[in-house]
């Protein structure tokens, strides 16, 4: 550090509130006083007297929230580079060092270890559930100001530079105070389609080259011969593919979205390679091309005709610039997209990305193609001409509905489909597969459901023609319930023309996924997938889909951490996916088949979310198999992904952590199978208990108004209805998302919980032999710690007072009462056997989180107050008729519901 530097300016950026603080003065000299004393956020007890509540105020603590959240995540990146600058790697659990250390005490070599490492394969999938769905402006203003929280570390600044970086800070505080944190009309799904396209074109090409850094540099920390083989990281989309109760994603934005991903990803592929023309400036006097190497030049030069010739007349006597011009006239941009030698598939550039690496290593320029070739490949095999893979998910009783009018209208007798048993829908089924006829002419009148799934199949087919199948991902069938869920799919591809002729007969080029979210589906999918396995359309589809892609065979299946967890609660939800992965597995090993697993995780704890290293250490053995698909969501996508380096960091914990809990899986001894068995008990028993709750007499109503379920269904967030099915109010009905989302709003947190006290309670009281051996495994046995420390975090969040606060909205004194007796026992239960399972409480087991909800408690108390005082006004409001002053009350509760997410940094 230079003399000049500002040693106080620089301890200060790395504090949680820097930026908050600069926030406050910002506001003080905007004129905005008031706010600005009002804003006790990193100052604990400093607001004596209750807020004056005002739109303003309610966005300004919105901002300071995330604020704070963007320092904290400053902080911890700096804390994780000091422990790697000091050999201190190997303690940042998930990394690179943490799995090669666990990998090498395994007996693992070098070779072994960079075969695991380049056998796997990542795919995160941005989902269409934003909770948060900021526009691109508020994202490049955080964007902006994540960077220049980062240029204060620079070493080289002077004390005026530093204090110029501060001013630029309150400047693009400014931006951000004057454009406003939340959305005050619903998004639609281009705006959503706008947000996952900034982390898909903005941010993630430019995280994959640290991510490469990171690899070599552990890998040389651990002294391990030769170099790294890149694990493969590729992305997914749901938004504008997602259509289960979405009445707004339609053929014609599915169509609309896969030609934007292509767009972005052609203008990734053309810049990259005109920055690849600027530093490969290589002579052929200093050093004569491979023959290959030329064969290929001239050979492009030819079939590109006039824009080969022009593409050559450039950079004269300079081969590797010229094959780059080349590489650029071939790309199918605009006009030139069916020109003659332009590239039909993204293959076609990976292969010259490939002959072109190699021609550097034949002329001795390993370095060149290390630091200038295999961050462009990376980049490519990430994103080729696509993107992203889109997948299509529906609901099976919407297909129901599209199969019983396309029966209708091929006179196949389909009159009350829906209701039929399942031997009589897979008889039918089946007979119709064996058949090419379709059951409408294309030029048929399709109406309703019908309509709506064969438009979106047959826009499927036309991009399927065009481009090929790289940006089509899987056909997902959400709440499958039996065989024929999963076959109709193929029926309605024959029908849309979406079928491939083999010499064995006919298949399906997009993967058939179910999806099982609800307990009784988890229990069943064993022998629902045995069934579909051993279907000839489904051998004959995989054997196609592992011919093209050079695999074993696999099949794709999904499992729903969010319904589960409705469904069952918290405990049984873990427990049942575990053992449904492990049955599903042994079903695919008795196919010869690898089962992929889709892994349907939300942004919250009750929907599967959590600390990267423990959920994939807690999977079963062989579910993982090198390959790791899972879904992020929500406010999640924004916290791991803003910024280049976080971004980095968290696809280094995907990708390190499948290659060490694939290699390396933990065990618990000779005792696995007992505490297994002890598992299936407690599963049983916290299951029943949470049913009870749901059950008991009034709880709707208590739901409905001790949480702010209605104002949520009323708010903008997201462009999806929260309900599957408008008009019903079951909670069966109701989308996990905002089931758990007003749960935390009131700080009751009640789905990550209930129901675990009581079964371990129970344990404990009828076998303790039994509860003795499970807390003597509490931490070294992973699926029983992960969702221990599942529950353990989603206590820790908890508020008793703002809890009874929100309860005290329930109008019937004796509901009220019913309910709250069994969540307050329930509560107290649970936290004394999970801290006795700990041996520890909660705030010496997870400081850094009790910490936070510690510093955060104030201010949040005070957004709950003012939310609470608006539900009040409000929910009698809204049979009054007044527009107005509802929408206004409205427009309030939004800036609080968005403001208490921002933080406690969870929502659905």
Same mark, same amino acid.
């Given at each position: 550090?230079?003399?000049?530097?500002?040693?106080?300016?620089?301890?200060?950026?790395?504090?949680?509130?820097?930026?908050?603080?600069?926030?406050?003065?910002?506001?003080?000299?905007?004129?905005?006083?008031?706010?600005?004393?009002?804003?006790?956020?990193?100052?604990?007890?400093?607001?004596?007297?209750?807020?004056?509540?005002?739109?303003?105020?309610?966005?300004?603590?919105?901002?300071?929230?995330?604020?704070?959240?963007?320092?904290?995540?400053?902080?911890?990146?700096?804390?994780?580079?000091?422990?790697?600058?000091?050999?201190?790697?190997?303690?940042?659990?998930?990394?690179?060092?943490?799995?090669?250390?666990?990998?090498?005490?395994?007996?693992?070599?070098?070779?072994?270890?960079?075969?695991?490492?380049?056998?796997?394969?990542?795919?995160?999938?941005?989902?269409?559930?934003?909770?948060?769905?900021?526009?691109?402006?508020?994202?490049?203003?955080?964007?902006?100001?994540?960077?220049?929280?980062?240029?204060?570390?620079?070493? #080289?600044?002077?004390?005026?530079?530093?204090?110029?970086?501060?001013?630029?800070?309150?400047?693009?505080?400014?931006?951000?105070?004057?454009?406003?944190?939340?959305?005050?009309?619903?998004?639609?799904?281009?705006?959503?389609?706008?947000?996952?396209?900034?982390?898909?074109?903005?941010?993630?090409?430019?995280?994959?080259?640290?991510?490469?850094?990171?690899?070599?540099?552990?890998?040389?920390?651990?002294?391990?011969?030769?170099?790294?083989?890149?694990?493969?990281?590729?992305?997914?989309?749901?938004?504008?593919?997602?259509?289960?109760?979405?009445?707004?994603?339609?053929?014609?934005?599915?169509?609309?979205?896969?030609?934007?991903?292509?767009?972005?990803?052609?203008?990734?592929?053309?810049?990259?390679?005109?920055?690849?023309?600027?530093?490969?400036?290589?002579?052929?006097?200093?050093?004569?091309?491979?023959?290959?190497?030329?064969?290929?030049?001239?050979?492009?030069?030819?079939?590109?005709?006039?824009?080969?010739?022009?593409?050559?007349?450039?950079?004269?006597?300079?081969?590797?610039?010229?094959?780059?011009?080349?590489?650029? %006239?071939?790309?199918?941009?605009? %006009?030139?997209?069916?020109?003659?030698?332009?590239?039909?598939?993204?293959?076609?550039?990976?292969?010259?990305?490939? !002959?072109?690496?190699?021609?550097?290593?034949?002329?001795?320029?390993?370095?060149?193609?290390?630091?200038?070739?295999?961050?462009?490949?990376?980049?490519?095999?990430?994103?080729?001409?696509?993107?992203?893979?889109?997948?299509?998910?529906?609901?099976?009783?919407?297909?129901?509905?599209?199969?019983?009018?396309?029966?209708?209208?091929?006179?196949?007798?389909?009159?009350?489909?829906?209701?039929?048993?399942?031997?009589?829908?897979?008889? !039918?089924?089946?007979?119709?597969?064996?058949?090419?006829?379709?059951?409408? +002419?294309?030029?048929?009148?399709?109406?309703?459901?019908? +309509?709506?799934?064969?438009?979106?199949?047959?826009?499927?087919?036309?991009?399927?023609?065009?481009?090929?199948?790289?940006?089509?991902?899987?056909?997902?069938?959400?709440?499958?319930?039996?065989?024929?869920?999963?076959?109709?799919?193929?029926?309605?591809?024959?029908?849309?023309?979406?079928?491939?002729?083999?010499?064995?007969?006919?298949?399906?080029?997009?993967?058939?996924?179910?999806?099982?979210?609800?307990?009784?589906?988890?229990?069943?999918?064993?022998?629902?997938?045995?069934?579909?396995?051993?279907?000839?359309?489904?051998?004959?589809?995989?054997?196609?889909?592992?011919?093209?892609?050079?695999?074993?065979? *696999?099949?794709?299946?999904?499992?729903?951490?969010?319904?589960?967890?409705?469904?069952?609660?918290?405990?049984?939800?873990?427990?049942?996916?575990?053992?449904?992965?492990?049955?599903?597995?042994?079903?695919?090993?008795?196919?010869?088949?690898?089962?992929?697993?889709?892994?349907?995780?939300?942004?919250?704890?009750?929907?599967?979310?959590?600390?990267?290293?423990?959920?994939?250490?807690?999977?079963?053995?062989?579910?993982?198999?090198?390959?790791?698909?899972?879904?992020?969501?929500?406010?999640?996508?924004?916290?791991?992904?803003?910024?280049?380096?976080?971004?980095?960091?968290?696809?280094?914990?995907?990708?390190?952590?499948?290659?060490?809990?694939?290699?390396?899986?933990?065990?618990?001894?000779?005792?696995?199978?007992?505490?297994?068995?002890? #598992?299936?008990?407690?599963?049983?028993?916290?299951?029943?208990?949470?049913?009870?709750? *749901?059950?008991?007499?009034?709880?709707?109503?208590?739901?409905?108004?001790?949480?702010?379920?209605?104002?949520?269904?009323?708010?903008?967030?997201?462009?999806?209805?929260?309900?599957?099915?408008?008009?019903?109010?079951?909670?069966?009905?109701?989308?996990?998302?905002?089931?758990?989302?007003?749960?935390?709003?009131?700080?009751?947190?009640?789905?990550?919980?209930?129901?675990?006290?009581?079964?371990?309670?129970?344990?404990?009281?009828?076998?303790?032999?039994?509860?003795?051996?499970?807390?003597?495994?509490?931490?070294?046995?992973?699926?029983?710690?992960?969702?221990?420390?599942?529950? %353990? *975090?989603?206590?820790?969040?908890?508020?008793?007072?703002?809890?009874?606060?929100?309860?005290?909205?329930?109008?019937?004194?004796?509901?009220?009462?019913?309910?709250?007796?069994?969540?307050?026992?329930?509560?107290?239960?649970?936290?004394?056997?999970?801290?006795?399972?700990?041996?520890?409480?909660?705030?010496?087991?997870?400081?850094?989180?009790?910490?936070?909800?510690?510093?955060?408690?104030?201010?949040?108390?005070?957004?709950?107050?003012?939310?609470?005082?608006?539900?009040?006004?409000?929910?009698?409001?809204?049979?009054?008729?007044?527009?107005?002053?509802?929408?206004?009350?409205?427009?309030?509760?939004? !800036?609080?519901?968005?403001?208490?997410?921002?933080?406690?940094?969870?929502?659905?």
């Amino acid at each position: 550090m230079t003399s000049a530097q500002d040693p106080q300016l620089i301890r200060a950026s790395h504090a949680p509130t820097f930026l908050v603080e600069c926030f406050r003065e910002l506001l003080e000299e905007l004129g905005e006083v008031e706010i600005a004393r009002q804003l006790p956020i990193g100052q604990p007890g400093a607001l004596s007297e209750p807020p004056q509540w005002s739109s303003k105020l309610t966005q300004a603590y919105s901002i300071a929230f995330q604020l704070q959240a963007m320092a904290e995540e400053n902080v911890e990146m700096q804390q994780r580079r000091t422990k790697r600058d000091g050999n201190d790697a190997h303690h940042v659990a998930g990394s690179w060092e943490y799995n090669f250390a666990r990998m090498r005490d395994a007996g693992m070599d070098a070779d072994a270890i960079r075969q695991a490492v380049g056998q796997v394969r990542v795919e995160p999938v941005l989902t269409a559930h934003p909770t948060e769905a900021k526009r691109r402006t508020v994202l490049e203003h955080h964007r902006q100001l994540y960077l220049h929280l980062i240029m204060l570390e620079n070493s #080289m600044f002077t004390r005026r530079e530093q204090s110029e970086v501060r001013t630029d800070i309150k400047a693009l505080l400014e931006q951000l105070w004057r454009t406003g944190e939340v959305l005050l009309e619903k998004p639609t799904i281009a705006d959503e389609r706008s947000n996952v396209l900034h982390y898909l074109a903005g941010v993630f090409p430019q995280a994959l080259l640290p991510l490469r850094r990171r690899l070599e540099e552990a890998w040389a920390a651990f002294d391990l011969a030769g170099r790294p083989q890149m694990p493969r990281v590729t992305f997914g989309v749901w938004v504008g593919g997602d259509r289960d109760g979405h009445p707004l994603v339609t053929a014609e934005v599915t169509e609309e979205t896969l030609m934007d991903l292509r767009a972005h990803a052609l203008t990734l592929a053309r810049d990259n390679l005109l920055e690849l023309t600027k530093r490969l400036s290589l002579s052929d006097f200093l050093q004569p091309p491979p023959e290959d190497f030329l064969a290929r030049l001239h050979a492009m030069e030819t079939i590109l005709g006039e824009a080969g010739r022009a593409a050559v007349a450039r950079n004269r006597a300079e081969p590797w610039r010229q094959f780059i011009n080349l590489m650029m %006239a071939a790309l199918p941009i605009g %006009a030139r997209e069916s020109a003659p030698g332009v590239y039909e598939r993204a293959g076609e550039m990976e292969a010259d990305l490939a !002959l072109m690496r190699k021609s550097l290593v034949a002329i001795g320029a390993d370095r060149l193609a290390e630091r200038l070739l295999d961050p462009i490949i990376d980049q490519h095999v990430a994103f080729g001409f696509h993107l992203a893979c889109l997948d299509i998910r529906q609901n099976s009783e919407f297909h129901d509905s599209a199969l019983t009018e396309l029966l209708r209208i091929g006179g196949g007798g389909g009159e009350g489909y829906a209701t039929w048993p399942e031997a009589q829908r897979r008889g !039918l089924l089946n007979r119709e597969l064996e058949s090419p006829r379709p059951f409408a +002419h294309a030029e048929a009148v399709l109406e309703g459901e019908a +309509h709506t799934v064969m438009a979106c199949y047959r826009t499927l087919n036309r991009h399927y023609r065009l481009y090929g199948g790289d940006a089509l991902g899987a056909l997902i069938v959400s709440m499958t319930r039996d065989v024929s869920d999963l076959l109709v799919i193929y029926l309605f591809a024959r029908e849309a023309g979406l079928m491939e002729e083999t010499p064995d007969g006919p298949i399906c080029p997009m993967p058939v996924t179910p999806l099982f979210e609800t307990i009784e589906d988890l229990e069943r999918s064993p022998e629902i997938l045995s069934t579909f396995l051993a279907h000839p359309m489904t051998q004959r589809s995989m054997a196609y889909h592992a011919r093209r892609n050079g695999t074993a065979l *696999i099949q794709q299946v999904m499992i729903g951490y969010s319904d589960s967890n409705k469904d069952g609660g918290i405990w049984a939800s873990r427990w049942v996916l575990y053992r449904a992965q492990q049955a599903l597995v042994k079903v695919g090993e008795q196919y010869g088949v690898r089962i992929r697993f889709f892994h349907g995780r939300g942004g919250s704890i009750s929907r599967g979310a959590g600390p990267t290293h423990s959920f994939l250490r807690a999977l079963p053995p062989k579910a993982l198999g090198d390959d790791l698909r899972l879904t992020e969501q929500g406010e999640v996508i924004a916290q791991k992904y803003a910024n280049r380096m976080t971004a980095a960091h968290n696809l280094e914990m995907l990708a390190a952590g499948a290659a060490g809990a694939t290699a390396a899986w933990p065990t618990s001894g000779g005792d696995a199978d007992k505490l297994a068995s002890i #598992m299936d008990r407690l599963s049983k028993q916290s299951s029943e208990f949470y049913a009870q709750l *749901i059950n008991t007499e009034g709880f709707i109503d208590f739901f409905g108004q001790a949480t702010p379920i209605d104002a949520i269904e009323s708010s903008r967030i997201g462009s999806r209805p929260v309900r599957r099915r408008s008009g019903t109010r079951t909670i069966a009905d109701l989308r996990a998302i905002p089931w758990v989302f007003s749960w935390s709003q009131a700080r009751f947190f009640l789905s990550g919980w209930y129901g675990a006290g009581y079964a371990l309670e129970a344990l404990r009281n009828d076998d303790p032999e039994a509860y003795a051996l499970l807390e003597s495994h509490a931490t070294d046995w992973p699926p029983l710690y992960y969702a221990l420390n599942s529950v %353990a *975090i989603s206590m820790a969040s908890v508020d008793r007072e703002v809890m009874e606060q929100y309860a005290a909205l329930v109008e019937d004194e004796a509901i009220r009462e019913r309910c709250m007796d069994l969540i307050r026992s329930e509560f107290d239960r649970c936290r004394e056997r999970v801290e006795q399972m700990f041996q520890a409480p909660l705030d010496q087991r997870m400081p850094d989180l009790c910490r936070r909800v510690s510093e955060r408690r104030d201010s949040l108390r005070h957004l709950h107050n003012r939310q609470v005082l608006l539900l009040k006004q409000w929910r009698p409001l809204r049979d009054s008729g007044d527009a107005a002053a509802i929408e206004e009350l409205e427009g309030e509760l939004l !800036l609080t519901i968005n403001a208490i997410a921002g933080g406690l940094g969870s929502t659905g």
